[in-house]
T-cell receptor, first 113, second 110 residues
Framework: KAGVTQTPRYLIKTRGQQVTLSCSPISGHRSVSWYQQTPGQGLQFLFEYFSETQRNKGNFPGRFSGRQFSNSRSEMNVSTLELGDSALYLC????????????FGPGTRLLVL | GQSLEQPSEVTAVEGAIVQINCTYQTSGFYGLSWYQQHDGGAPTFLSYNALDGLEETGRFSSFLSRSDSYGYLLLQELQMKDSASYFCAVLSTGRRALTFGSGTRLQVQP
């Protein structure tokens, strides 16, 4: 079974721009969660989608948004980028039906200049 | 809110045993997970405890005491490849997301 894939792997943007990141979960998994990882704040939960619906949301500003498609692929969007948005963005997938293990993708490393 | 505390760094030698502790504060506790992350890599699942006691998976074991809001990860027969960051994470009822600790950087020396 193929693992979680994320594209792109690396991205450089400038302040004020917007960015869209993509995540394809493990085949058959219906839940996708997004996390932001920075040296200062660690791993922080952004949001979780299941069957195209956002089920959970972390404490991030509205500039961070996401969506999920019918094939369970998910995208997250960050608008009006700030320097502090530079981070590793990780997505993780599970079956969404009580499974405790989250399977992480390799992440997208975003640098905002 | 939820918070987890774990040591920031631990150093040990090859072949030794190391224990990484994690204390947590959360409402609606469901379970405690442990993840390993090598530099530049993604977190990978190691273990999960929902009930008190010890779970063993090869060289790795994880322990949970719900009454003490405490758990630990035990790594035996340390190998150089075990050098990585280890995160404890809480899964709480009603949430399907993990709240992570700040991570413990383990350095295994020859």
């Amino acid at each position: 079974k193929a693992g979680v894939t994320q594209t792109p792997r690396y991205l450089i943007k400038t302040r004020g721009q917007q960015v869209t990141l993509s995540c394809s979960p493990i085949s058959g998994h219906r839940s996708v969660s997004w996390y932001q990882q920075t040296p200062g704040q660690g791993l922080q939960f952004l949001f979780e989608y299941f069957s195209e619906t956002q089920r959970n949301k972390g404490n991030f500003p509205g500039r961070f948004s996401g969506r999920q498609f019918s094939n369970s692929r998910s995208e997250m969007n960050v608008s009006t980028l700030e320097l502090g948005d530079s981070a590793l963005y990780l997505c993780a997938s599970t079956s969404g039906t009580g499974e405790k293990t989250q399977y992480f993708g390799p992440g997208t490393r975003l640098l905002v200049l | 809110g939820q918070s987890l505390e774990q040591p920031s760094e631990v150093t040990a030698v090859e072949g030794a045993i190391v224990q990484i502790n994690c204390t947590y504060q959360t409402s609606g506790f469901y379970g405690l997970s442990w993840y390993q992350q090598h530099d530049g890599g993604a977190p990978t699942f190691l273990s999960y405890n929902a009930l008190d006691g010890l779970e063993e998976t090869g060289r790795f074991s994880s322990f949970l005491s719900r009454s003490d809001s405490y758990g630990y990860l035990l790594l035996q027969e340390l190998q150089m490849k075990d050098s990585a960051s280890y995160f404890c994470a809480v899964l709480s009822t009603g949430r399907r997301a993990l709240t992570f600790g700040s991570g413990t950087r383990l350095q295994v020396q020859p």
